[in-house]
């Protein structure tokens, strides 16, 4: 797993350039990204944001050199293929609920070289923060500062992640997890940035806010793949 993961991980990236153009990419390659949603249980609506994604790869690829295959990928942590897809997406809203397995899973996931990036649509950060405390029972979810190379390794955000949506009014805020220190998950908080990929016609976000959420998307998925 971890030798997969890695080949994944540290592709070389032609980082973006006003000439990007579509990559010329078979569904086979095994270089290329797809970005995988990770399902759970507990009730909350883990599939929630269906045109999140496909734009989120549209974007990479009209916006970026990176390789990606635009395909629906939903996994468990439990999954044998998880090992394909080094970048796991979770939102939704409410409670998450991991089994003792899916724990155990995630964990190898994540220090094998796999990344999360997880999406408080809203309601979420309490269930989300039990649930790493069981996968990583000796770390927390500390804040990273606005210098860190997630907000400045593509798109500059010098104030940290935009804010999307009004949620509670609170400021947004970016959350991680080091494993061995590389940043293994990342967490946003008060943004909302995955309602921010999706159609306009689902929440009427202004250009800038979709813009914004698109940006900040790439910066992740590049910092993923480069550390």
Known sequence: MNKL???FLFLPLLIIRSDAQPPDIAVSDPSALTIARLRFGGGSDW???R???PNMHRYLIENTNIAVVDKEVNVQATDPELVNYP?????G???IRLTDKEVSGLRDFLTSGGFLFANDSYGLAAAFRREMKRVFPE???IELPFNHEIYHCLFEFPNGLPKIHEHDGK???GFGIFWEDRLVVFFDYESDIGDGWEDYEVHHDP????EAALKMGANIITYAMTH
């Open 93 to 95: 809203h409410g409670n």
């Open 139 to 141: 770390k927390e979810l």
């Open 51 to 53: 045109s999140s994604i």
């Open 207 to 210: 250009p800038e806010k979709r």
């Open 47 to 49: 599939y929630w944001g």
């Open 5 to 7: 993961l890695r080949a």
């Open 87 to 91: 970048f796991l997406f979770l939102t």
């Open 171 to 173: 400021p947004p805020q």
